[in-house]
C-alpha cells in the first residue's frame, strides 16, 4: 500500500521576533504548505509539537491555526491531520476543539491517558492513517511531549525521565504491532530531545529542560518504527545517521543562530511498510535575517557598515525588510550606542531586532578580587566599582565615571 506524508513541527505561532510580529512569515509558511500539499498529492499531515509559541496563545494565533486547517480539509477532502502537543503547547487548550475536529478528520493529541488501572488509553494514541484509497495504510503513534508527571516510574533507573519516555513508546509500539498487518507502516511521532541532537547556538527555545536528563536514545526502535517524526529541535536533522528518524526543523528562523538554516518540511513516500523515499522541501523565507558586522567590530567600523546598506522606498517594503543584528564590539560603555545605530539605519531598508555588544577582554574569569577576607572586608564601593570595570572591560575605568560614580553615592548617602 502506497502512501505520502508531510512532517513539520515547532511553528510556535503567536512567536515575536525581538518584538516584531510575525504573522505575515506565518501565512506566508501556510500558503507554500497547501501548495506542497496539492502539488505533491500528499495523503496526511503529522505536526510533532509548538504549535503556538505559548501556553496561553492569542485569540489572533489560534485563529490563525483553525483557518489553516479548514481550508486544507475543505480543499482536500481527504486529508488527514494529526497534532501533538509540545512543550510550549497546553495540552488542554489544544485538545478543547477535538469534538468539532474530528468531523474534518483532524485528530490533536495533548496528553495521554490512563485508566483505573493505571494503563495507558492506547486509541487515543494509535491512530490509523488512510491512503487515497481509503486502505489503512500506517498506524501512527501520536505521542506528545510528556511532561515528568505523566510516565511511568522506572524502578532502579539513573535516567528515570528518559526511561520513562522510552517505556511509553515501547508500550504503544508493542500494541500496534499486534493489530498492524505485514505491509502497513508504523510511524512515530515525538516531541523530544533525542541523544546527540544538534541544536541552534544560543537558541533559548531549544535549552534543555532537565539539565539533560531529557536525552532520550531511540536506538532501540530503529529497526521497528518505519519513519520517526520529531519536533522540539529547531534544526532539521536525521537522528543516529538514520534516514528515517529525522527532524523537520521550524518553518521560520527562530533566532538569528539559525540565519543559514535550510528551513523546510518533509515529505515521506511509504511502499507497503518501508520508507522509500525522503524528500525535504524548502520553505523559501518571506524575511531575512541579517548580522552586520559579520564579526563584532568597533563602533565606528559597525556605523561604516551600516551606512552601506540600502535605503528603504516606502513603508510596504519595509514590512518586509530584512530583520537586523548588529554586532558590536566596545572598549568601554557607551550609552548612545543604541542611538547612534538608530540614526545610522533610519532610512535604511532593515529592522533593527538586537543589538549584540561584546567587551574587549581576554580575561573575564579573572575577578580581580583577593581571596584574603581581610582585604575583602576593607574594600568600599568605588574599589569594587573599579575593579568590576576592569575584570569586564580589560581597562582602567576612566575618571569621569569614578566622579559619577562618586555623585552618585554622595546623593544617595545625604
Known amino acids: 500500500m502506497n502512501l505520502k506524508i ?32 496539492k502539488e505533491r498529492e500528499i495523503d496526511a499531515m503529522l505536526v510533532c509539537g509548538d504549535v503556538f509559541d505559548v ?10 491555526l483553525y483557518k489553516l486547517l479548514i481550508e486544507i480539509t475543505t480543499q482536500f477532502p481527504h486529508f488527514q491531520i494529526i497534532i501533538i502537543g509540545g512543550n510550549h503547547d497546553s495540552a488542554s487548550r489544544l485538545e478543547t476543539p477535538n469534538p468539532i475536529l474530528k468531523y474534518f478528520n483532524i485528530k490533536i493529541i495533548g496528553n495521554i491517558e ?44 539513573n535516567t528515570p525521565y528518559s526511561d520513562g519516555i522510552i517505556q511509553v513508546y515501547a508500550e504503544v509500539l508493542e500494541e500496534v504491532e499486534k493489530i498492524k498487518i505485514a505491509n502497513q507502516a508504523i510511524i512515530a511521532m515525538g516531541h523530544l530531545h533525542t541523544i546527540k541532537a544538534e ?25 521497528r518504527i518505519s519513519y520517526f517524526a520529531l519536533g522540539h529541535i529547531h534544526k532539521a536533522q536525521k537522528i543516529a545517521g538514520q534516514e528515517h528518524f529525522r527532524y523537520s526543523g521550524s ?10 538554516y535550510y528551513h523546510q518540511v518533509i515529505i515521506i513516500e511509504f511502499e507497503n511498510n518501508k520508507a522509500k523515499n525522503i524528500e525535504s522541501v524548502e520553505i523559501p523565507r518571506l524575511i531575512e535575517v541579517l548580522k552586520i558586522p559579520q564579526k563584532h567590530e568597533e563602533i565606528q567600523i559597525v556605523l561604516n557598515e551600516l551606512n552601506k546598506l540600502e535605503e528603504t522606498k516606502n513603508n510596504e517594503e519595509k514590512k518586509l525588510a530584512p530583520f537586523l543584528e548588529v554586532r558590536v564590539l566596545l572598549k568601554e560603555p557607551e550609552p ?3 542611538n547612534k545605530i538608530e540614526q545610522q539605519i533610519e532610512n535604511k531598508n532593515v529592522k533593527l531586532a538586537k543589538i549584540d555588544v561584546r567587551y574587549n577582554t581576554d580575561n573575564k574569569s579573572n575577578t580581580g578580587f583577593s581571596d584574603n577576607f581581610e582585604e575583602l572586608q576593607n574594600l568600599n564601593p568605588i574599589n569594587i566599582f573599579e575593579k568590576t570595570f576592569q575584570t569586564k572591560f580589560n581597562s582602567e575605568m576612566p575618571e569621569k565615571y569614578k566622579l559619577l560614580f562618586e555623585r552618585i553615592l554622595n546623593e544617595i548617602n545625604n
Open 6 to 37: 508531510l512532517h513539520t513541527a515547532d511553528w510556535h505561532l503567536g512567536q515575536t521576533f525581538f518584538e516584531y510580529d510575525r504573522t505575515i512569515e506565518h501565512l506566508h509558511f501556510f500558503e507554500n504548505l497547501i501548495k506542497i500539499i
Open 114 to 157: 490512563k485508566n483505573q488501572n493505571g494503563n495507558l488509553l492506547f486509541d487515543k494514541l494509535i491512530i490509523p492513517i488512510k491512503n487515497k484509497n481509503g486502505e489503512t495504510a500506517a498506524y501512527c503513534l501520536a505521542i506528545p511531549f510528556l511532561r515528568p508527571g505523566e510516565i511511568p516510574i522506572v524502578n532502579n533507573s
Open 336 to 338: 548612545n550606542l543604541r
Open 55 to 64: 501556553s496561553n496563545p492569542s485569540s489572533h494565533s489560534i485563529s490563525m
Open 199 to 223: 541544536i541552534s547556538e544560543n537558541d533559548k527555545n531549544e535549552r534543555l529542560i532537565l539539565g539533560g536528563l531529557e536525552l532520550i536514545n531511540l536506538q532501540t526502535f530503529i529497526d
Open 251 to 260: 518553518p521560520l528562523p527562530m533566532s538569528f543562530s539559525e540565519k543559514n
